[in-house]
Structure formats: C-alpha cells, structure tokens
C-alpha cells in the first residue's frame, strides 16, 4: 500500500456517489475515532481540505446527518446508506473521507490504526489536538 497516495477516485457501495479527492497528508491520517457515531460507523478516516474533494456524480443522492452540536457534517449515500466523508468537527476547513470508498484501498490495508478520543472531544477541553485514547490492530490469520 503507497501511504504517499496523493490523489484518489471514490465512490459509494452501489457506485451511485463518486467523487475524486486530493488527500493532504496521503495515507498517514487515518484514524478512528470513538465518539458515540463513530463507534457504531467504525470506519477509517483519512484528511482532505475542503477544496479538495469534488463530487463527480451522484450529490443529489448524498444525504446530510449532524447531532449534539450539529458543527460535523456526516455525508452518506441515501442509496446504499454508505458513510463517504463528513466535515470535521475539530478541524472545520478538512474532511475526513472514508479510506473504504477509494479505489483499491481497504480498512484492513493497516495494521494499527490510531483512535481519537470523541468522547471528550478536543474542542470541548483544553487539548490542543487530537488525543488518542487507543489503537486498532488487525492482524490476517492466513
């Protein structure tokens, strides 16, 4: 897997989102976060600036969800119901992109993933970034 990935195609279970992004670190932003939504999506994110993502077919489809605070936009195809990005909360100027729905890269391409800590969230408390509170491991048994 080439962590340095640059550019990337992706798109939606059903193919009905698609969209091309720049990433802005490549590969080596992906994360996990334990926030309560995230917990139960479980997906790895990686970073792209807003600027950086165009929906190239399918934005009629892509339905909006927010809670709590209602600063993090969570985008998901109403097709499939696949979560593809969301505008982050603890950086609003990025998003965080699903590594699953881009062209040859699985979740389990990693074999640690760092977790953040969502339930006390960095602009709730005095951090100054990202706290992570645990990492996952998947390690292939063939």
């Given at each position: ?98 590594v699953a729905c881009l062209e ?39």
């Open positions: 897997m080439d962590m340095e990935i640059k550019e990337a195609h992706g798109a939606c279970h059903c193919g009905t989102v698609q969209f091309h992004v720049r990433l802005t670190d490549g590969l080596k932003t992906a994360r996990r976060c334990n926030c309560s939504y995230c917990r139960m999506r479980g997906a790895v994110a990686v970073s792209a600036s807003l600027a950086d993502i165009t929906i190239t077919a399918g934005a009629d489809a892509l339905t909006l969800y927010q809670f709590n605070t209602m600063q993090a936009k969570h985008y998901f195809c109403s097709k499939c119901g696949i979560y593809t990005h969301h505008q982050r909360r603890s950086n609003p100027q990025q998003y965080g992109v699903n040859g890269i699985s979740p389990f391409d990693f074999a640690v993933v760092p977790v953040n800590e969502g339930q006390l969230h960095p602009t709730d408390s005095a951090a100054t970034g990202p706290v992570v509170a645990g990492h996952l491991h998947y390690r292939p048994v063939l």
